[in-house]
């Protein structure tokens, strides 16, 4: 401190602090030597507090107003220094400034995963963050405890412990809920005030703070847990995955006839396969939905034949008319007939599928002379 200050404080003795911060928790008036005037003026601001500390002993408290710091104004320093009657010569003494204002935009969050046992998903891990906002509710306690001898105390240097005791009390919380994870988003407001009254308790009597607002803006899973649940959400909005192939096979279908490769024998064997498979898709689906409300359609027919009769191909006949031929004399075991399975023409007796429709062959007439 300069000449020129010392001689200012001897001529004007006004102890005040404009505060020009938003996170400034206390500051300590400068004075050299700590000398302080009997009559000084001491000017408190709304959102301060004002508090004596004389040799390491803290003496009065002073609210937003105008002082003129006398005996009348200082019983506790008064009664320490044992005046009885006033005093003319400056004493030593601090002052310390708090701030009771709220401290916001303050934020807090999980450094490292919460392990949880989730009635859903087992054991999962779980992060959250948040903000709070912070002010002095008891400045002694605060001076005591955490400002010590420091000129000035800003809110960063307790941010870290605000956020340990935040989260030890999160983790209490979540623990004790049993709530499912899933059902986490729905109950934010009620955790955050839960969370804030067991904060408050941690910190209202041991440093002098109170916590006026504190939220939890987020709860989440790990991000390989958020993939999961975010495709069986996709397989919910899909619904029949059946169907869903069908559509998928259809439009890839289509864009392949819309865009022709050359020597496109690859991709027409790919489009051909794609629309075997649809079919087969098609086929299961409507034989094993029968709940569905979907009329399934008939079986598919047999196999159906063609005829050699007179020089020309009849046909094609399904079974029971080919059977009916077969009756009345109309095909022979020495008919030829053909379909697509044979590939080629071949004499009805000699069919497996039709040799039995025939009877047993006659026995060979008797030899001559018998």
């Known amino acids: 401190m300069g000449l020129f200050d010392r001689l200012r404080h001897e001529l004007i003795d006004i102890i005040e602090w404009v505060d020009d911060s938003r996170h400034t928790l206390a500051w300590r008036f400068p004075r050299y030597r700590n000398e302080i005037k009997n009559g000084a003026q001491l000017i408190v601001r709304p959102g301060q507090v004002a508090v004596l500390v004389h040799r390491g ?3 009065d408290a002073y609210g937003p107003g105008n002082y003129a710091l006398t005996t009348d104004n200082m019983p506790v320093l008064s009664t320490i220094m044992g005046w009885k009657y006033g005093f003319e010569s400056p004493f030593k003494s601090e002052v310390y400034f708090v701030s009771t204002r709220q401290i916001t935009e303050l934020k807090w969050g999980t450094p490292n995963p919460i392990m949880l046992r989730d009635p859903d998903f087992g054991p ?25 001898t420091d000129q000035s105390f800003e809110a ?18 979540l623990g ?25 308790e941690r910190v209202d009597d041991e440093y002098g703070l109170d916590i006026p607002q504190l939220d939890i803006v987020n709860i989440s899973l790990p991000e390989e847990v958020e993939k999961a649940l975010d495709t069986r959400s996709s397989m919910g909005v899909i619904g029949d995955m059946g169907r869903f192939q069908q559509f998928q096979m259809g439009q890839a279908m289509t864009a392949a006839a819309e865009n022709p490769t050359p020597g496109g024998g690859a991709a027409a064997g790919m489009g051909l396969g794609m629309g075997m498979a649809m079919a087969n898709q098609m086929m299961q689906g409507q034989m094993m939905g029968g709940g569905t409300g979907v009329a399934t359609p008939p079986p598919p027919p047999g196999v159906l034949w063609h005829v050699a009769l007179n020089g020309q191909t009849q046909g094609p006949f399904d079974a029971q008319q080919l059977s009916h031929q077969i009756r009345t004399g109309q095909v022979t075991p020495a008919t030829l007939v053909w379909t697509p399975a044979i590939g080629a023409w071949t004499a009805a007796g000699q069919v497996p599928q039709l040799a039995a429709s025939f009877g047993p062959a006659p026995p060979p007439p008797p030899p001559p002379g018998a």
């Open 57 to 59: 002993e803290i003496a």
């Open 124 to 148: 999962v891990r779980l992060r959250a963050f948040g903000t709070y906002s912070m002010r002095c509710s008891d400045p002694k306690v605060l001076l005591k405890e955490l400002i010590g």
């Open 156 to 173: 960063d240097e307790i941010n870290e412990l605000m956020r340990s005791i935040i989260i030890s009390a999160f983790a209490d919380m």
């Open 176 to 200: 004790e809920s049993k709530v499912a994870a899933l059902d986490l988003a729905a109950s934010y407001r009620e955790f955050s005030q839960q969370l804030r009254a067991s904060v408050i």
